[in-house]
């Protein structure tokens, strides 16, 4: 068997000589806002590193906020002397970008793994999530479904403006559902699809959502959630790029129009034993009960999570398929936990709440924690919706209220680590203090 070192030179060697053009990879991490910072290497540096030289990134790259500043989070960042944090190249993610006008790679890299992981890294966070579930016999099988608006190119007046229809050259300005949406944009969605693939990325199924010129992309099952998580974020990260190449823009962001339904991020999740059994079908369906109770019990705790930004809170009630309480349902889309019907084998739980720009492994990790903590727990869920319609528990709708609610919840900064809970409070309660110091015009029409 190969070691680590030998298959990553391998992977390295390989790429170079599929694509001798290449001249730089950049290598990339998501902070936990859900932006990829990093370094452009040379790839001749890229085989040293993957031949064991040290990578090393500042470890306070993980603490940038939403608009890429750093905030004093306890002794981070400012009285820590900002010290470097080793990385490692995770295997198999090295692809070739092409949105962009010069031949480039680029690579995942991440702090889990190494010998001093950052504790509040997303991925790392997640890798420790699966790592418990794993000891416990419970092995996740994942598929993320990610929404998001075509926009042309250029604002106006920093609004933006509705995606053109290249056939008529006129505004996408009609909210549907029609088939003819995917023609009408089929050279920029099939070059989204492709170039997602190229990236190793299962894409599946791909439909025309309810806004104007909105659309939805569905990956396959995957039995590795931290590869499930980094499809969901590299994806956001070349679909951004291959619109631009097209002469649109592509956005992730929650709620950008107030009359039409937001982005979200649904995660399907079934969870299986050694053996290949599925544990929520046992018993009657039992334990799915328990672990869809987890996971309303811990939602309201979870909300910074779900919806990461003072956008993403506008994304909850008002438009279709948006829940305004933590419940539950079967075939049911205004449930936050709902229960595709399916046959045994494929019982699993869809969980629809996230925003479309929260973060994918931190999304991914709050679910995990609230089914784990349901087949611990064993309470029977609040009545499903298609029993009560009134059935649901209510969860914090502002951030600053979120930020408390979950800073001090006992399972959440168990399960998901006190650190990582204390600085990714911190660093949402600052980024929306952040957002509130700006005048805007709304104000003087109303108060001036």
């Known amino acids: 068997m190969k070691s680590h070192a030998a298959t990553l030179l391998a992977e390295v060697r390989t790429f170079r000589q599929n694509h001798p053009d290449v001249r730089y990879v950049d290598l990339i991490a998501l902070d936990l806002p859900g932006h990829f910072y990093g370094k452009r290497y040379p790839i001749e540096m890229l085989e040293k590193v993957a031949a064991g030289s040290p990578l090393k990134l500042p470890q306070n790259a993980v603490l940038l906020g939403a608009q890429g500043g750093l905030f004093k989070i306890g002794d981070y960042c400012f009285n820590d002397g900002d010290p470097d944090a080793?990385?490692?190249?995770?295997?198999?993610?090295?692809?070739?970008?092409?949105?962009?006008?010069?031949?480039?790679?680029?690579?995942?890299?991440?702090?889990?793994?190494?010998?001093?992981?950052?504790?509040?890294?997303?991925r790392e966070v997640l890798a420790k999530v699966l790592e418990r579930l794993h000891h416990k016999g419970i092995h996740p099988v994942v598929a993320f479904e990610l929404e998001f608006y075509l926009f042309d190119?250029?604002?106006?007046?920093?609004?933006?403006?509705?995606?053109?229809?290249?056939l008529s050259d006129d505004a996408d300005d009609q909210p549907n559902l029609h088939i003819e949406r995917l023609s009408r944009f089929s050279e920029v969605l099939d070059d989204m699809a492709q170039t997602a693939k190229d990236q190793g990325i299962d894409i599946t199924v791909i439909t025309a959502e309810l806004g104007p010129g909105q659309f939805e992309i569905n990956f396959g099952h995957q039995g590795d959630g931290l590869c499930a998580a980094d499809w969901a974020a590299l994806f956001c990260r070349s679909t951004r790029g291959v619109a631009l190449k097209h002469g649109y823009r592509a956005s992730f962001m929650a709620k950008p129009y107030l009359q039409f339904p937001g982005s979200g991020m649904h995660v399907h999740v079934s969870l299986y034993d050694g053996a290949g059994n599925n544990l929520l079908a046992a018993h009657q369906q039992q334990p799915l009960r328990h672990a869809v109770a987890g996971c309303l019990e811990l939602l309201p705790h979870c909300m910074p999570i779900f919806s990461p930004n003072h956008n993403a809170f506008r994304r909850l009630g008002g438009t279709v398929n948006a829940a305004t309480r933590a419940c539950w349902g079967f075939e049911d889309r205004d449930a936050c936990v709902r229960v595709p019907e399916s046959d045994p084998r494929n019982l699993r739980i869809e969980h629809r709440l996230a925003s479309a720009d929260a973060n994918p492994y931190l999304v991914l990790a709050a679910i995990l924690v609230g089914l784990e903590h349901g087949l611990e727990t064993k309470r029977e869920p609040i009545p499903p919706l298609n029993e009560d319609?009134?059935?649901?528990?209510?969860?914090?709708?502002?951030?600053?209220?979120?930020?408390?609610?979950?800073?001090?919840?006992?399972?959440?900064?168990?399960?998901?680590?006190?650190?990582?809970?204390?600085?990714?409070?911190?660093?949402k309660r600052q980024d929306h203090l952040a957002f509130q110091q700006e005048i805007h015009a709304r104000e003087y029409r109303w108060f001036l």
């Not at 090295?94 to 793994?113: A, F, R, Y």
């Open 86 to 122: 080793n990385r490692r190249l995770v295997p198999g993610t090295l692809k070739p970008v092409n949105w962009e006008s010069q031949p480039l790679g680029q690579m995942l890299i991440t702090s889990d793994g190494t010998e001093a992981p950052i504790e509040f890294e997303p």
């Open 153 to 166: 190119k250029k604002l106006d007046n920093g609004l933006p403006q509705f995606a053109r229809d290249p």
């Open 389 to 427: 319609r009134a059935s649901g528990t209510d969860f914090p709708v502002e951030m600053l209220d979120a930020v408390r609610a979950m800073q001090h919840q006992a399972v959440v900064r168990d399960k998901l680590g006190a650190e990582f809970v204390d600085v990714y409070c911190e660093n």
